[in-house]
């Protein structure tokens, strides 16, 4: 009965490798996010999608590129692997029309590039 | 642009003690603010939120945070801490330029409560 579940939870690759990354709620929520979570806990957005639309694309490289089959699910894949992207990418969903972005997080898949 | 600061990086209090994590803020317009929190290999947790009215607001856990407007503050506070409390907290700012919401977070406070 998880809200908000992202697989896998940890990743280990090598430099120049491509990656996915799930995300998966169960909250009826409209809008999801990406944050990145450096190695210093500073905590950024990346992207959001509301009802499928990508809706927020912060300066990320566009090795980044984020994928919502349908409001339930937001796929982040990753090509080229570098080891900047080293860090702990957290999923998160809200309801928007709500207004105040009471955010609801994953456990969070902690990418290692080596 | 919508941010805040944390000031402190660590806080450390005696169970029992009351805690202060500090934040301050800088926005345009009326400031919507959070607080969550981060226990270790977990994601964030909302702990309350601050939108309008009363300046005290309570949320989960016991904690509370009083919105200043003239000090530009929003400290998280909780009358008497537990060691079950020592976590990371962060503050956060609704920033909703260009048309959608998003959150701003704070680089984050780690508390650390000693029995």
């Known amino acids: 009965d998880t809200a908000v579940s992202q697989t896998p939870k940890y990743l280990v690759t090598q430099m120049g490798n491509d990656k996915s990354i799930k995300c998966e709620q169960n909250?009826?929520?409209?809008?999801m996010y990406w944050y990145k979570q450096d190695s210093k806990k500073f905590l950024k957005i990346m992207f959001s999608?509301?009802?499928?639309?990508?809706?927020i694309n912060e300066t990320v490289p566009n090795r980044f590129s984020p994928k919502s089959p349908d409001k339930a699910h937001l796929n982040l894949h990753i090509n080229s692997l570098e080891l900047g992207d080293s860090a702990v990418y957290f999923c998160?969903?809200?309801?928007?029309?709500?207004?105040?972005?009471?955010?609801?997080f994953g456990a969070g898949s902690r990418l290692t590039v080596l | 642009a919508q941010s805040v600061a944390q000031p402190e990086d660590q806080v450390n209090v005696a169970e029992g003690n009351p805690l202060t994590v500090k934040c301050t803020y800088s926005?345009?317009?009326?400031?919507?603010l959070f607080w969550y929190v981060q226990y270790p290999n977990r994601g964030l947790q909302f702990l309350l939120k601050?939108?309008?009215?009363?300046?005290l607001v309570k949320g989960s856990y016991g904690f509370e945070a009083e919105f200043n407007k003239s000090q530009t503050s929003f400290h998280l506070k909780k009358p008497s801490a537990l060691v079950s409390d020592s976590a990371l907290y962060f503050c956060?700012?609704?920033?909703?330029?260009?048309?959608?919401?998003?959150?701003?977070f704070g680089a984050g406070t780690r508390l650390a409560v000693h029995p």
């Open positions: 926005v345009s317009g009326n400031p919507y």
């Open positions: 998160a969903s809200s309801l928007y029309s709500a207004g105040a972005n009471v955010l609801t």
């Open positions: 601050y939108i309008t009215g009363d300046n």
């Open positions: 909250l009826g929520h409209d809008t």
């Open positions: 956060a700012v609704r920033d909703g330029t260009g048309g959608y919401n998003k959150l701003i």
């Open positions: 999608y509301n009802n499928k639309e990508l809706i």
